[in-house]
């Protein structure tokens, strides 16, 4: 037996095992389905583009989208100790003020922006910034990149030549502009929540992780969670938790392990023939997802990254790496973003554009074999809402993912006029002398609204950011209270980022580290953190 059992060592649940560890809250065991963080290419910041379709992924193919013209795209999530902190770009993006706000006014209390600012900075460790939004000496590694292209440099001055202010912090007094990422690194390495929290706490005697160990249920002694059962090599094993048991899976496993434990909508669980624990209507409800899609110019010569994989200059840009720590290798690919408010250039943003110094699109669509500059615009607030069902009761098989990209009217219209943004900062001055005439992606010819919304059904991607399937609030519709509780169970929490009530206006992992950090202090039954005056 031990104190906690969290299930899932992800951004959130490493985070708030180590925490939970080294503050002697108990022992801690963590079950982590994918293997260890042990590949040379998470470690590397680059990697992550080699390790895309890897099997450190659960690529799961979504319910087919009848506004992406009935195309079913997959939707990677992490696979392994660390998570989508160990396999993603690495973009430390915390969203904005306003995001924090509308969760407490939904019902989250506690989680606005002045109660969540201090954990954010708690868990920091930042190589160049130390004021009122950021820390320093966290176990979180935050640092500025170290290796930038031309190309990346033409996006940023060309945004700027496009209207969009420049900015040297998304993370800051306010996140409008255009800038280069700060990337969750320390010193040229990978800094996930595996290698800034879990390891450490290892060392302390009071943590434990199994990897390769699939949770199939949640065992439950009345309505109080008791422990797990899982899978190991082939056999069924449990273990039992005196305090609690912990979910943090993410927004497409927790809700799918609820359901599997007979916990979830009445529904969905009599389809199954799964008898009811405890009826939760709201689990899996309320899928968000950041939807991207690719605005493209070729490159006159070899600018950017393409071609930088080939045998022999990898080997080249390994040496480099290993010798010099710089290269190519220390690149996260995805140097540089912008926010922006395309209905008003003033306002707070309302799209996101990554930008990537290579062609870069989803899986399902032609491979294109040339250098090239690639913005990726995204709706940060979408009005769309998905849910995960079950597929079958097979604990190993994936449940049925359905986003519903675009479905909300409002999605659309402000995708199109970021293709359009994204369009014009690509036909500014600075890029013209690394791109050729005409446009690649979408291509002279799609000129008007209609077709640049047929184009972006025909392109749309995830951007790897699922949440909301457990969401928090006090309503019939959630899943856990502000304390991350189980509505109408004992002993059992969710921290991940299933339980935000909406998509933050960015990437995920930094928000997914300040839940496991704020978690931890619930759980210890700890003052919180006093708000901050920023």
Not at 163 to 192: A, L, M
Not at 337 to 354: G, K, L, R, S, Y
Request: proline letters at 5%; charged letters at 25%; a neutral charge.
């Amino acid at each position: 037996m031990v104190d906690y059992v969290v299930v899932g060592g992800g951004s959130a649940g490493g985070a708030l095992a180590g925490r939970l560890a080294l503050g002697n809250a108990g022992k801690v065991l963590v079950i982590e389905a994918g293997p260890r963080d042990s590949n040379p290419l998470i470690h590397i910041p680059a990697g992550f583009v080699k390790l895309l379709d890897s099997d450190l992924l659960y690529h799961y193919k979504t319910e087919a989208q009848p506004a992406l013209n009935g195309r079913a795209p997959v939707m990677p999530q992490g696979a392994v100790l660390g998570g989508g902190g160990s396999v993603n770009a690495a973009i430390y993006i915390r969203g904005q003020r306003r995001d924090y706000d509308d969760w407490a006014r939904l019902g989250a209390d506690g989680w606005g922006y002045s109660d969540v600012l201090p954990y954010f900075r708690r868990a920091e460790d930042n190589d160049r910034l130390s004021d009122a939004y950021h820390g320093t000496g966290g176990p979180l590694g935050v640092s500025d990149l170290r290796q930038v292209t031309d190309l990346t440099r033409a996006f940023v001055r060309s945004a700027q030549e496009a209207g969009i202010p420049y900015t040297s912090d998304f993370n800051g007094t306010r996140q409008r502009g255009v800038g280069f990422n700060q990337t969750t690194t320390r010193n040229g390495r990978r800094c996930s929540a595996a290698v800034g929290y879990m390891r450490p706490a290892v060392k302390s005697g009071n943590l434990e992780i199994r990897t390769g160990c699939l949770v199939t249920r949640i065992l439950f002694d009345g309505d109080r969670a008791s422990g797990v059962e899982y899978a190991r090599n082939g056999k069924i094993e449990t273990v039992e938790a005196d305090k609690e048991v912990i979910l943090a899976g993410g927004a497409v496993q927790t809700p799918k392990l609820l359901m599997l434990s007979g916990v979830g909508p009445e529904a969905e669980l009599r389809r199954h023939g799964i008898a009811v624990k405890h009826r939760l209507e709201g689990v899996g409800q309320n899928l968000q997802d950041h939807l991207e899609f690719p605005a493209i110019r070729f490159c006159t010569g070899r600018y950017g990254y393409y071609g930088e994989d080939s045998f022999f200059r990898s080997i080249k840009n390994g040496l480099q790496y290993l010798l010099f720590k710089s290269g190519p290798v220390m690149s996260n690919v995805t140097e540089a973003c912008a926010f922006v408010n395309v209905d008003d250039m003033e306002a707070e943003p309302n799209i996101q554009m990554h930008f990537v110094p290579i062609v870069f699109m989803d899986s399902d669509q032609e491979s294109v074999k040339r250098a090239g500059a690639t913005i990726n615009p995204c709706v940060l607030r979408p009005e769309s809402r998905g849910e995960i069902r079950l597929k079958s009761t097979d604990p190993v098989a994936h449940p049925l993912v359905d986003p519903r990209y675009l479905t909300a009217p409002e999605d659309m219209r402000l995708s199109v006029k970021a293709l359009k943004l994204a369009r014009n900062i690509l036909a500014q001055p600075s890029f013209a002398g690394f791109v050729e005439d005409g446009e690649a992606y979408p291509g002279k010819a799609v000129d008007d609204d209609a077709a640049l919304g047929a184009y972006i059904r025909s392109k749309g991607k995830t951007v790897y950011h699922p949440v909301g399937t457990c969401r928090m609030g006090r309503d019939a519709m959630s899943v856990v209270d502000p304390e991350l509780r189980v509505h109408g169970l004992r002993n059992l929490r969710v921290v991940d980022n299933s339980i935000m009530p909406t998509l933050i206006s960015g990437n995920t992992n930094a928000t997914a580290i300040m839940i496991g950090e704020k978690a931890s202090d619930i759980i210890r039954g700890l003052e919180p953190l006093a708000p901050s005056n920023a």
